[in-house]
């Protein structure tokens, strides 16, 4: 990963202190670290395999068209838990997909197709490009696809930054975009802001450009176009403590662990595994288990992404 190269790395930032985020229970200053009860699962996430047809400078799982450590979920083992949703009665209303790009995945309609047919909203994030625009008669001829959602991955409004990151791929993703807008599907955009631009500099900034583009996504919707603060791991953060919801106004029920898991095959291992959030598919620490009943334990607040992602960034995977 050459976050070197990237637009989006932190520049203004201290290294951080290596006693940060050792503790599951304790801050570094010894106080209570903050944790998260799952109060109900409304989303599922499943991540399809980290391999991707491109290789972006910061990913922040390090997809690319060589990294399979995670691979491919199958629809076997994807329904194996649409059936424990079922037995058990979870609230679930939501499945969603990540990768790596999910289309590369040569299960990913016959998956869509499961979970539409079994009632569920369906949320896909892809690049739009080239491995979605193979299935496109499939997708057109979808049953239920008023409840599918595919959301888009524009690094930034302009193609110049966004080439930056993800090399020469802006065309074929402007394309993919107006292709499923032109078709009738629910789309929504995933972007970024550079590190002097504010989120409303960025939400202005890619207003123009879906006005410019004929789009009606509305910017200042933050479902409709979801902003992603940087996730650089080895930059400095605050710890949050058991005290600290007050302090911020913060709400800790809006924390995805409260209301989300993931579900990863990692390579070599002979079943999923079910893990706190979409952000921490290999650390020890946030694997919870085998199945969602194993994985409805609370999560300690135990990693960089967990400070300034979720709790002071103030961003979700589902908007």
């Known amino acids: 990963m050459d976050t070197e ?3 989006f790395i932190l520049r203004d930032v201290s290294p951080i202190d290596p006693y940060k985020f050792t503790d599951p229970h304790r801050t570094a200053k010894g106080e209570k670290r903050a944790s998260i009860a799952l109060e109900k699962l409304e989303t599922l996430w499943f991540n399809t395999g980290t391999l991707c047809n491109l290789a972006c400078k910061s990913c922040y799982i390090e997809s690319s068209p060589k990294n399979d450590a995670l691979v491919y979920i ?3 083992e994807m329904r194996a838990y649409l059936d424990e949703i079922a037995r058990e009665s979870l609230p679930t209303r939501e499945i969603a997909f990540t990768g790596g790009e999910p289309f590369m995945n040569p299960d990913m309609i016959a998956i ?8 569920f909203k369906v ?19 979808m049953p239920h696809r008023e409840r599918l959602t595919i959301r888009v991955s524009l690094d930034h409004y302009t193609k110049t930054v966004h080439e930056a990151e993800r090399g020469v791929s802006w065309d074929k993703a402007i394309d993919g975009l107006q292709w499923l807008a032109s078709n009738g599907f629910n789309i929504a955009v995933a972007g970024r802001h550079l590190e002097h631009e504010t989120d409303n500099d960025a939400r202005v900034g ?5 006005g ?14 979801v902003l992603f603060p940087e ?3 080895t930059a400095d953060v605050p710890e949050i403590t058991a005290g600290c919801w007050d302090i911020l106004s913060v709400d800790p029920h809006a924390m995805m662990c409260s209301s989300s898991r993931m579900v990863v095959k990692r390579k070599g291992e002979e079943t999923p595994r079910v893990v706190a959030c979409t ?10 288990g085998e199945t969602l009943a194993e994985a409805s334990c609370d999560v300690s607040l135990n990693h960089p992404h967990c400070a300034r992602f979720c709790v002071l960034g103030g961003a979700s995977c589902t908007a």
């Open 206 to 210: 890619f207003g123009a450009l879906f």
């Open 74 to 76: 199958t629809l076997d």
């Open 212 to 225: 410019d583009l004929g789009l009606t996504i509305d910017a200042n919707d933050p479902a409709q176009l």
């Open 5 to 7: 190269a990237s637009p």
């Open 112 to 119: 869509i197709r499961l979970c539409l047919d079994r009632g």
């Open 231 to 233: 996730m650089d791991e």
């Open 279 to 288: 952000l921490l598919p290999y650390q020890d620490g946030f694997d919870l």
């Open 123 to 141: 949320l896909v994030l892809s690049n739009a490009m080239r491995p979605m625009r193979r299935f496109e008669q499939q997708l057109l001829d």
